[in-house]
């Protein structure tokens, strides 16, 4: 049977319109699926919420819907926008999906609507996205420049209007964004475009030096589409995947090409204190051993998801001959040719350096796998992810479709389809299992990309590992853990004992908000909310959001998270400046 996208589209939204226009609850429920799903990001509340099934989706209309205030909803109509018919693979049907744009009490809105067909053939929606866009009179610029309307006029000095924003934000910074990598910078690019001034500050010399510093094979394991940068394209003959120099080189570029005022070589510099009544911090810096005092309304951490390492604490390092390391400060192999290596943890790190060490002379690696981990071949993510966001497609487009699928729904998704996850990977588990790797597909069986939404750790995206493994050459020492070290190695709890030359330490790292205890005081830390992770109607805790202390949030995620939630923090703090909302947590 032939279906008419356009048309289903239509009548869908028509009925929708209609029911918002009369504020007919009952009429809008009945639109959805019984196990629909809509995901409202600060449309009808200042917060991002998710809503699945008709009972919840009923409450929180009751309570929201008149004050929202939705209007003019129409059908987007422009190119990759207009309704098509789509697959989606993890629930094996079709699918009507499509954009459309309202507005609201707050502002100009768009939508992205999945419909399928229920028992009788009708169309209801699947999954329904309802995304405050833009501010009345304050919307995003649509260029570098502060006054898009001003473009080409003639006389205009350009250079003289960047430097006078320049001062303008040194000299009184609304917002702090304290980290110049990939999130901070991608912020700080999107405030700069929302007239929100924004003073960057990174302790090493450059934009992306955290990224230099990490180990010198570390390649990204997303496809370079995924892992693009907010307003900036990579050129069409940049590498699929990115090498560690090449990435930190590019954010030092976007950090250029985006205008953005940034302080290297400055920290922050312990306990800023909070003004409940001018609701601004006390903050001060030091850069290049020079103290400045900012006041800014706000300050957005994004010193990353994965904070400060954690090493554990094994007794007996001080009388071990060899050397110990975290895998933070690994650089490279050359300084273990010859040497029996032994690396502690099993996510992506772990294979990656046990990887590089035994292609590059060490004597001997063997992997301490603590828990059970979950493996997926990286080629096996990478079709996943080009297929959400495609070459020939825009990247605002891809984010849009991506972000209206809620996060909670992809992980019930994953759950169901985790019998297709481990037969597509059982020539790699079979190599891995020959080794001795103990393997899971998540807690819940909800596999690797949800587990890096959740978890942190516990898992790694295998390119080429597995072979070594198979092939004896990285041993793998499982279900144990180290007990203590001795003089020339380390014993664990299963009383047996690895010599070693070197330790290497890839257990993770210390997640951002406990990082930053000592820096913000119990006092400040203890006010604020769980960060990363799921909440139970499946956002990112704490991120993007209210933290739970004012003028304080944290920015976290991979490129697609925080390049897309970009903008959702941005209207936050538009919004308090211009108080629509109230500076309070």
């Known amino acids: 049977m032939t279906i008419d996208p356009h048309s289903i589209a239509s009548s869908w939204l028509a009925a929708f319109a209609s029911a918002v226009d009369a504020a007919d609850i009952d009429a809008l429920v009945g639109l959805f699926l019984p196990d629909g799903w ?58 009507v999906d499509f954009a459309f744009t309202f507005e609201c009490a707050r502002g100009h809105g768009q939508g992205y609507v999945r419909l399928l067909p229920d028992a009788d053939g009708n169309h209801k929606a699947f999954t329904v996205l309802l995304m405050l866009s833009d501010l009345h009179g304050h919307e995003e610029n649509r260029t570098l420049l502060l006054r898009d309307d001003l473009t080409g006029l003639p006389g205009r000095n350009m250079q003289n209007e960047f430097d006078e924003w320049v001062t303008h934000v040194e000299t009184k910074p609304y917002a702090l964004v304290v980290g110049a990598a990939q999130t901070g910078l991608q912020v700080a690019a999107r405030f700069k475009q929302m ?103 706000h300050i957005v951490l994004a010193t990353g998801t994965l904070g400060a390492a954690n090493i554990p604490d094994i007794p007996g390092q001080d009388v071990f001959r060899g050397t110990t390391l975290h895998s933070t400060v690994y650089d490279g192999p050359k300084p273990h040719v010859g040497k029996r290596v032994v690396v502690i943890g099993a996510g992506n790190s772990s294979i990656d350096i046990c990887q590089d060490l035994v292609l590059h002379g060490a004597e001997s690696v063997t992997m301490v796998q603590r828990s059970s981990t979950c493996v997926t071949s990286r080629d096996f993510i990478s079709v996943f992810l080009r297929e959400g966001w495609p070459e020939d497609i ?7 479709r991506w972000a209206s699928i809620p996060i909670g729904l992809q992980k019930k998704m994953s759950i169901a389809s985790q019998d297709f996850m481990w037969e597509s990977q059982k020539e790699l588990h079979d190599k891995l299992r020959k080794g001795g790797v103990q393997l899971n597909m998540g807690p819940e069986g909800e596999g690797l990309y949800i587990m890096t939404l959740g978890r942190l750790g516990g898992f790694w995206q295998d390119k080429g590992g597995a072979e070594l493994i198979a092939d004896g050459r990285i041993k793998v020492k499982s279900g144990v853990s180290p007990d203590y070290f001795t003089e020339a190695g380390i014993v664990f709890n299963d009383g047996t004992e690895l010599p070693a030359d070197v330790v290497i330490y890839a257990t993770g790292y210390v997640q951002i908000k406990e990082s930053n205890r000592a820096l913000f005081g119990d006092d400040v830390i203890e006010r604020t909310k769980p960060v990363y992770g799921l909440d139970e109607e499946g956002e990112l805790r704490g991120s993007y959001r209210p933290s739970g202390h004012p003028g304080l949030w944290f920015a976290t995620g991979d490129f697609f998270i925080s390049r897309f939630m970009s903008k959702i923090l941005a209207l936050q703090l538009k919004a308090i400046q211009l108080g629509l909302i109230e500076a309070s947590a």
């Open 394 to 400: 825009p990247l605002e487009v891809s984010d849009l």
């Open 38 to 95: 809509l995901r409202d990001l600060l449309v009808s509340t200042w917060d991002n919420r998710s809503l699945e099934g008709r009972e919840k989706i009923r409450d929180f209309l009751s309570s929201t819907l008149p004050a929202a205030q939705l209007t003019s909803i129409k059908l987007n109509e422009t190119t990759y926008l207009i309704p098509r018919v789509t697959f989606i693979g993890q629930i094996q049907t079709s699918d």
């Open 195 to 297: 007239n929100i001034p924004t003073l960057v500050i990174e302790r090493n010399a450059r934009p992306g030096d955290v990224w230099r510093k990490r180990y010198p094979s570390l390649t990204l394991h997303t496809p370079r589409r995924h892992h693009s940068l907010l307003y900036h394209s990579y050129p069409t003959n940049w590498p699929e995947y990115t090498g560690r120099d090449k990435l930190a080189g590019w954010l030092d570029q976007y950090a250029v090409s985006q205008d953005l005022v940034i302080w290297t070589s400055t920290t922050l510099q312990p306990h800023p204190k909070y003004d409940a009544e001018k609701h601004e911090w006390d903050v001060t810096v030091v850069r290049n051993g020079t103290e400045v005092k900012l006041r800014p309304a």
